[in-house]
């Protein structure tokens, strides 16, 4: 029984039955009744209407499937709920699987989005979907060599941070040798030195009987030598203020305290000014001690890089290690105009900053010009420690600082990362919608224009020729070489044309760019790891410091000050200081190493198939898209088109054909009748 289109699906299905309504269709049925095979007439034979339960049937899996693969490509890209850190994955999994189901539905319902869907897949493969392809590329150079290299950096950072705390806690350690028990003492009796200090001073003042010439306000070559060394470290300050411009921030030298006047203005005797100027000296000292030293060591460490890295990797990579930007010379010079000339001190515990010498300073000391060695040790001893642990704590500070700053550079270059891929992720959807509409535009002109791209003698052209010959009628037979030159015939199987030269040309050369992108990122992750590997092989390193110290202080006597003096400086102490130091701790974490099968399989093999089938094979896909794959889908059309060309071409030969025969017939004519008057000339 014969299904009638007046019925509908379910009342066909219901009187009808199953087969009837998947493989019959009346508008179909006088053909098959001729002797053709249903199956055959199926595929090949039927408009894209018929048999639409059928076609439904078998498209929707199809369909499924080239969606979900261009989902996973492409579309994955616009899933706005993916992000399953603020939304829940459910919805992530709802709109994958509503973008697929709807693209299945379409390319199984009509036959325009099923040609478009297959079309621009295929597209991918050819120069169309060299952007996509590119992109592709670029996304996983940021997933694997790029996101290597950040980690190398990473690991990089994390040694340089670990060697400036070794370095920082060996010159700690020097200088507690360098002071020897002396420290031990200060630090056991500095709580009540000041206040017991102060009245000694008061009593001796009264006592003692004065020296000339005790103290030397002019300047000695230890002076000249620690002048020498804090001009450099302002200079290295002042160079960095010229090239980089002066921080708003911290501009201000008396940012803490603006009210704040130098000590040395308040001072008003001889002697304080110079006692005060050479503390001063030895303060700034340690500042500027620690700027140098960090500037020689990175100026060092910047030559070894430019020395080892091959141009032009260290531009990139060397330029980092600048000691400008990270000894910080500008902050230690404020450092020191706080502790050195301001003489202030912070109270890490209140966080608040208080002055290190008293307002009475001045009146105390006016009268010691010609005072005892004993007091002038004491206030050498109070001097040291105010130039010696407050730089301390201070470097201990930029340490920290630099830690945090290297560390935030970090984090930059990972949001710097992070925007590439939603830049990616545009560039991707903004490719794959041109190649759906290009692929729309080229199915639409393939439908519309019959002479659009009809140039191609396919088997089918040849199939008409031979039947036509069978038959009697006129066919073509080979065709001519004028005929091949003015309607630009081609075989499906022939080599390129002009223009289809030019588009592998335009894609050789963003082959070439790609390819070097890929080549250069590829070997700085080389490199970078590399030398990553050179520094924690041979860079190991082992600093012993031994010391031993001995001091018996014992004051004898009887009276006031001895007794002040026995509750200041009686002291016995021994001690004894063996420490090694290693940087196996901050070569421990080994170099993230090249994955070379990431990069074949997701960097080299895809730029390879670019070459092969973008740019060499280019016009192979292409032909193989508009002739197989659209013939396929539109086979009335294709069909259409084929028998539209072969008209075409035989009709200009036919009327080639009587051109040419009235050209020899009047060519004859012209011939008898020069001959018939040459014959009568000779008659005559």
């Known amino acids: 029984m014969v299904c009638v289109k007046a019925k509908s699906l379910w009342k066909t299905l219901n009187e009808d039955g199953l087969y009837s309504c998947l493989f019959v269709e009346p508008s179909r049925e006088k053909k098959i009744k001729k002797g053709r095979n249903r199956f055959v007439d199926i595929l090949l034979y039927s408009k894209t209407k018929d048999y639409r339960l059928l076609r439904f049937l078998y498209n929707f899996p199809f369909g499924f499937l080239l969606s979900l693969l261009v989902y996973h490509l492409a579309w994955y890209k616009i899933n706005f709920a993916a992000d399953t850190r603020f939304i829940p994955s459910f919805w992530a999994f709802l709109v994958k699987y509503f973008l697929i189901g709807f693209a299945a539905l379409s390319f199984s319902l009509n036959s325009l989005i099923r040609c478009s869907i297959i079309f621009a897949i295929l597209s991918g493969l050819s120069s169309s979907g060299q952007g996509v392809i590119s992109i592709y590329v670029m996304e996983n150079l940021r997933l694997g060599p790029i996101q290597n290299i950040m980690v190398n950096f990473g690991h990089s950072t994390k040694i340089t941070l670990c060697h400036l705390e070794l370095q920082a806690r060996v010159a700690k350690r020097r200088m507690q040798i360098q002071a020897g028990p002396l420290e031990m003492l200060f630090e056991k ?15 001796l003042r009264s006592l003692v009987q004065p020296y000339d010439g005790e103290i030397d306000s002019d300047s000695t070559e230890d002076d000249k030598h620690l002048s020498a060394i ?18 708003k921030d911290d501009s201000e030298e008396t940012k803490v305290d603006r009210v704040s006047q130098p000590v040395l203005k308040r001072l008003k005797s001889h002697l304080t000014k110079a006692i005060y100027g050479r503390f001063m000296k030895r303060c700034k000292l340690m500042f500027a001690s620690s700027v140098t030293s960090c500037h020689k060591k990175f100026e060092e460490s910047q030559s070894l890089c430019y020395d080892t890295i091959p141009f032009p990797i260290h531009y990139f990579t060397c330029s980092a290690m600048n000691s400008l930007t990270l000894c910080k010379p500008d902050r230690f010079k404020i450092m020191s105009h706080k502790y050195c000339e301001l003489g202030q001190v912070q109270d890490a515990a209140r966080g608040t900053h208080e002055s290190l010498f008293s307002s009475e300073l001045d009146s ?15 206030l050498h001893l109070n001097l040291h420690f105010v130039a010696v642990e407050a730089p301390e704590l201070e470097q201990g500070y930029s340490v ?34 041109f190649v759906f509409k290009n692929c729309v535009l080229i199915i639409m002109n393939y439908l519309n224009d019959i002479e659009f791209k009809n140039y191609f003698t396919t088997p ?58 890929v080549i250069a990122i590829v070997m700085l992750d080389y490199y970078y790891n590399r030398m990553l590997e050179i520094v924690i092989e041979h860079g190991k390193m082992l600093s012993e410091q031994t010391s031993y110290s001995h001091l018996n202080i014992k004051v004898d006597g009887e009276g006031v000050v001895a007794n002040l003096l026995k509750e200041i400086l009686n002291f016995n102490y021994t001690g004894y200081l063996k420490e090694e130091l290693t940087n196996e701790k901050c070569l421990k974490n080994a170099s993230s190493k090249p994955d070379w099968i990431y990069n074949f399989y997701s960097l080299f093999l895809p730029v390879f198939l670019i070459l092969l089938l973008m740019v060499f094979f280019n016009f192979v896909v292409q032909r193989f898209v508009f002739l197989v794959v659209m013939g396929i889908i539109f086979p009335y059309r294709s069909k259409a088109r084929i028998i539209h060309l072969y008209n075409k071409l035989l009709l200009a030969r036919i ?14 004519k012209e011939n008898k009748k020069k001959i018939e008057e040459k014959n009568n000339l000779k008659d005559k």
Not at 189 to 203: C, E, R
Not at 507 to 513: G, H, S, T
């Open 189 to 203: 009796h500095f709580g009540n030195a000041t206040s017991i200090g102060n009245k000694v001073v008061k009593m």
């Open 230 to 247: 804090i001009d450099t470290a302002e200079a290295l300050a002042t160079r960095k203020l010229k090239t980089y411009g002066e921080d």
């Open 364 to 378: 105390e000391m006016s009268g010691l010009e010609n005072i005892s060695k004993t007091v002038k040790h004491q």
């Open 400 to 433: 920290n600082q630099l830690q945090t700053e290297m560390k935030h550079d970090l984090e930059y270059y990972k949001i710097i990362l992070a925007t590439f891929d939603k830049m990616f992720t545009f560039l991707i959807i903004m490719f794959t919608y």
């Open 460 to 517: 089918y052209f040849w199939h008409i020729d031979s039947k036509r010959r069978r038959e009697g009628k006129v066919y073509l037979g080979s065709l001519r070489k004028e005929e091949i030159k003015f309607n630009n015939i081609i075989s499906p199987f022939g080599l390129p044309r002009s223009d289809e030269i030019r588009k592998m040309t335009k894609a050789f050369v963003r082959w070439i760019v790609l390819l070097f992108v």
């Open 655 to 668: 009327n080639m054909d009587k051109l040419n025969e009235a050209k020899k017939i009047e060519e004859k």
